[in-house]
């Protein structure tokens, strides 16, 4: 299987990562929109080519995954190349994702592609693990917190303050909540009671770290509605303790069964990653091998993980999952 | 959809309990071994039907829901009835899962029926979560904790012991091997440093009672190679604290990711069930649906959970789950 990667920030590399854990796939190429000849890139061998040039790489690439953010990048970039390429993408977007399915498929469907959107951890295995849950416990109700984890738009949402040097956003799910919900007492939550964020910041020398302070925990979607914590520390401090980029989170569903719903049954599906986008791309590639072979069923359009029978995602034979995984 | 139940012991009774749940099913017939006339079921206006009369409702039940045992029941049922209704058993016996595939496809796939074997939790959600954990960090270690629950194998061994009235035996995974593995250090573990067996005993009056202890926690297989805590109480306490069916348990992967090996990935999935029979009933009613589905596009043979793209489980519309779920 030739794995074309588009784009090599972290979930790029992420996803080279992964590709070099399983032995039924090899990295065809990194396609990039900078100058090729200024990235260097972990896998030896492998060409990385311009953006521009990657329709020469029709007939190279099995399955293209697009490691583009979901803000600008793929809601361009996804339609387009699915008219040329199986795809899987990560779109994040939640409340766009219809708007985006109808664009790829769109591109995708007259052109004979298979593409997969939202692809991932959330989307893509919490989406998952929601469907299954709920399915199972109709009468029931869902929870999912995230974290502890590092936020990329809060952090880049405290970086825009006047005065800030550099931050780093933690969302952290509140303990008692959890275990609120584990015990299956199904609350209703508020946006405070479910999850905290705990900042950390570096600012210029004498800027008024009081004024900043306030600026964060007043944010209006970002922080106002969370009880935030704001620590100021020093650029060596935040490089040395912060650099990671940690995530994680859980997805709960507590149901009802039995004779007047005497009995409680709970389902907990939980992530504690120490790298999100190494963990984004072993998604990825996994689900890369599932289009691949869908694709060569005769599939086409967009699908999303919930049109993915787990027995595609999985290297080995049927006989092997009988015996010895089922 | 028009679900029928074959047996009606505590799993017939958990299926029953998932069908009222799901506005889309309907329970048409409940099928007894037994007196049909002796039998009181908890639905209103269903008729209990004779196994024998079986064949006559070939055009009344879309699916029928197996609920025999697996040790002598289903290797015959499910191929036999498999012949003539799309069906869903619960099969566990892990090690001849091959098997039983092979019988009830040999008997599905010619009659253009669809069979799904071995759904519930372990095998079904649990080998599910195998699998994609599995897929996702190939470079990784699988753990499956069973309990804290009610082991009917187990609580069954120990009342064959002469002497023995009644009894109960909880398997309990050991706590300090399911940190470990959370904590990411893939330890190899022993049959011991996993689980324990706790084990509550009614004997006869004037047995010897640490005779019994020793044949229990001798008994190879069942106890010998755990450590097991024998407690003798009387028949009313067993009644009144032990009467429940709980069970549960995880399936857990640590994995690796980035250069050098340098990041731990954990994912678990968890299940805290009141009771073990609602919630396998609950699964196989969900899995219910997607083979009903699945058979009106034609598909016929023998399935597995693994077959099953997850959006077939699912009673809501495409629509909604990628505005909602996703």
Redesign the interface.
């Known amino acids: 299987m030739r794995i074309g990667i588009y784009g090599y920030g972290n979930l790029g590399k992420?996803v080279e990562?992964?590709i070099r854990?399983?032995p039924d796939m090899e990295l065809a190429a990194v396609f990039t929109r900078r100058d090729p000849a200024s990235l260097q890139i972990?896998t030896e061998n492998v060409p990385v080519v311009s953006t521009e040039q990657v329709l020469e790489w029709k007939d190279k690439i099995d399955v293209m995954i697009l490691c583009g953010g979901s803000a600008t990048d793929l809601p361009q970039m996804s339609p387009e190349l699915a008219a040329h390429f199986h795809i899987v993408d990560s779109y994040d977007n939640?409340s766009s994702?219809?708007k985006h399915?109808a664009a790829v498929d769109a591109a995708a469907a007259p052109a004979g592609k298979l593409a997969l959107i939202?692809c991932g951890w959330d989307?893509g295995?919490f989406?998952?693990?929601?469907?299954?849950a709920?399915?199972?416990?109709?009468?029931g109700q869902d929870y999912t917190f995230w974290g502890r984890g590092v936020s990329q738009g809060h952090s880049d949402a405290i970086r825009r303050i006047p005065g800030v040097v550099d931050a780093r956003q933690y969302t952290i799910p509140v303990p008692e909540a959890v275990e609120r919900v584990?015990a299956g007492e199904m609350p209703q939550l508020s946006t405070r009671e479910k999850h905290s964020r705990d900042c950390y910041v570096v600012v210029e020398e004498g800027a008024d770290r009081e004024a900043i302070r306030q600026q964060i925990v007043s944010m209006p979607a970002y922080f106002a509605d969370y009880d935030t914590t704001v620590t100021f520390i020093s650029l060596e401090e935040l490089r040395e303790k912060h650099s990671g980029l940690p995530h994680?989170g859980c997805v709960l569903r507590s149901?009802k069964?039995?004779?007047g719903d005497?009995?409680?049954?709970?389902?907990?599906?939980?992530?504690?990653?120490?790298?999100n986008p190494?963990?984004t791309?072993?998604?990825l590639v996994?689900f890369a091998?599932a289009i691949f072979r869908m694709a060569a069923r005769g599939e086409k359009g967009c699908k999303?993980?919930?049109?993915?029978?787990?027995?595609d995602?999985?290297?080995g034979s049927r006989?092997d999952?009988?015996?010895h995984?089922?």
């Open positions: 992420g990562d992964a854990r399983n972990a939640h994702i219809p399915w939202s989307p295995m989406s998952l693990n929601r469907l299954y709920g399915a199972i416990l109709p009468d584990r994680g149901g069964s039995g004779a005497c009995h409680k049954q709970r389902i907990e599906y939980r992530l504690e990653l120490d790298s190494e963990f791309g072993s998604v996994a091998r999303t993980v919930f049109d993915v029978a787990p027995i995602l999985f290297p006989e999952l009988l015996a995984m089922l």
